[in-house]
């Protein structure tokens, strides 16, 4: 009986679609297979494999296997799964697990080796060249530098026959670590916590623990002894490790080398696609055993994946807001389910959602209340930036200025912390009041003194800062409003001028090198102020760093999100951490102009318990997350007529539920992206709702024009 395979292509399809196994063609589940869609042939992975009863309809055959290796089982599995929980296309969650196979391999490398064929006219020079050739295939040029002679004896030797070209493929480099290495000697807390992952890691099955250690406490020491175990105890196991930001992989790259020997594969945007081609196949193949990367290593295709680590896990940046919609921390929590896994969340300042689930026993909760050593915890301080404001446009407070230069004058190192990129955030038209704005997305330009350009945040669009008013043409007029990082480098040179200064924001460090590098000079006392945007607030270690100036504290309270407080909370304790962890004792200082609030109060007693039980009553009572469950749809469209007509169909289309209500649709507060006008409905409901029937309910009952986009966001992060 002939075969139907089920095949989900990579694309923004609804579903997988049938096709007929060709005569002879033997098919696995996972296996790749070119398949015919309209006049193309797609690369497809089959997901099901059935006999062709009751097939009434005729169905194309597909071309055939492509010889790769195949996804695994639990691979397939998350994919459905996390289409599912994203009310996305399964396609377009299958085409985040075949990233890694868009590019080809390396180029093989080209050898020469002998032939065992002698060369028609001997010379000492050639008699040198075939003995060290006897070494095996290696390159040209090392093969002449060994023999001490010059390539053209080696190439004369190929032309002769002597010696030939062979190919072999690029190795991938991926060694096995070292479990015979010692880890650190562990303090007792420390032990402890490593003693209950390790357990969980080899236990083999699903769980998760919370790590929650303050900052410099050692929890990535202590999830590398997980990590040890875990392989240890398996020799096949895989162990993938989660980090918000590609600076920070760079930081725990160098720390797994250290710890086992070897250096883990790297999987994040900075990584070349032959590269990342490599690490796919090898992590498919189980030959590799350490993955160290950004969210989307999530949809890696392991082999045998026994522990995923999720470092920093309340960083917002694990939820991808594009494209296809998900948040890696908590889909690392499906995955480890799919694959009976462990899961180490590890945080100093852990979401709301991590906690809850700690509270309810869910998740074990491991505390590290200490830093490490003799380190202790940094002063606090807040600056009420009424009482003591900076001079007229400035931005560092007499107080912090004062703390910058006994720090420097006591030879330690200084962090600004302000989470905004460029040179100032506006730039405005003393003449005619003209807000500089983007063409198409209305949102204020952010002035680059470095590249002399006016920049789109949204977008990147940009254009060259221009020396009249384009509204009224005053010359000479356009006047830059508010700090960004390189306005604060500037005011710190004219206070610190014998000082070194850099700044670290994405404008600065553009890739993993370029931070590894600054991460580097700083460790190494090269640097004496840095002024960082959140690249570089979090996670680092710099022993000589002893004071943290946060230099505008309210800046993520404005503008209304759910997550404001806690944001602010996490980001400021996190950037604050990072002083005084080494001998030296650390403080931080506070700018803001509203030291009442709960957040800056909570900062300062260092009481993040009590904040957090705060902040959860308010959610509790409001039946928001962790406490209930939000969605949002986002429409959009070049046509506000479209647009307007579909949001009114869709409002008029919502299905009839028990605890749940839909807010909207209203002007996104970002009304306009790249042309497209946007509309939000928010979507909240009980925990005891199934969300994601009600949103593909609602979504089944409406026609979505052409000119339309509709995006839905389950567990929103961004409101705008
Ligand atoms: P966290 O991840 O909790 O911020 P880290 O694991 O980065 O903390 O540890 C902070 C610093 O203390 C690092 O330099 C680390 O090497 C050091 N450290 C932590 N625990 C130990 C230990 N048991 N022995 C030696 N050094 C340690």
Sequence with gaps: MALVARVLLPLPLPEAFDYLVPEGAELAVGDHVAAPLGPRLVRGVVVELREAHGINRPLKALQGRIDEPPLPPGTLAFVEWAARYGCGAPGEALAMA?????APLPNPERLVAATGQAPAKPTPARARVLEAALAGPQKAAALALTAGVSAGVVKGLIEDGALAWVERAADAGFAEPDLTLPGATLNASQKAAATVLADLATAGGFGVALLDGVTGSGKTEVYLEAAAAALAADPSAQ????????????AVIARVETRFGAAPAEWHSGVASPRRRQVWEAVARGSCRIVVGARSALFLPFANLRLIVVDEEHDGSFKQEDGFIYHARDLAVARAKIEGAAVVLASATPSLESIWNAQGGRYRWLKLSKRHGTATLPEIALVDLRETPPEAGRWLS???????????AAGEQSLLFLNRRGYAPLVLCRACGERMTSP??????????????????????????????????????????????????????????????????????????????????????????????QAAAKGHNFPRLTLVGVVDADLGLRGGDLRAAERTYQLLAQATGRAGRAERPGRALIQTYAPEHAVMQALKAQDRDGFLAAEAEAREASGLPPYGRLAALIASSPDPVVLDAFCQALAAAVPNAEGVEVYGPADAPLGLIRGRRRKRFLVRADRTVDLQGFLTAWRARVRVPGAVRLTIDVDPYSFL
Excluded: N
Aim: hydrophobic share 45%; glycine share 6%.
């Design 98 to 102: 075949l990233r890694g196979l868009r």
């Design 239 to 250: 162990v993938l490790i989660l980090l918000p930001e590609i600076a920070l992989t760079q």
């Design 398 to 408: 007499p107080v912090l200025a004062r703390a910058m230069v006994e720090t420097f």
């Design 440 to 533: 198409d997305s209305q949102s204020w330009l952010v002035e680059h003194r470095y590249t002399g350009r006016l920049v789109c945040h949204l977008t990147g669009w940009s254009m060259p800062k221009p020396l009249a008013c384009p509204h009224c043409g005053a010359k000479d007029s356009l006047v830059s409003i508010g700090p960004g990082v390189e306005r604060l480098e500037e005011e710190a040179r004219i206070l610190l001028p014998e000082a070194r200064i850099a700044v670290f924001s994405s404008d600065t460090v553009q890739d993993a090198a370029g931070a590894r590098t600054l991460v580097a000079r700083m460790a190494e006392g090269e640097i004496d102020v840095l002024v960082a945007t």
